[in-house]
């Protein structure tokens, strides 16, 4: 983890793809931008 602009930033691997996230312990959840996610391979799930 490391700190950047007072936002605690971790570094994580997506598919094989490093990216960067905000870590923040107070979110009642995670979130992505909707194309960013498919480039992923990833699928929605909840309410947007």
Do not use: Y
Not at 6 to 16: F, K
């Amino acid at each position: 983890m490391t700190m950047e602009k007072n936002l605690p930033l971790v570094r994580v691997t997506v598919n094989g793809e490093p990216l960067t996230f905000i870590l923040d312990s107070a979110a009642a959840g995670c979130v992505i931008d909707r194309e960013r996610a498919a480039s992923l391979g990833l699928t929605a799930s909840g309410i947007a």
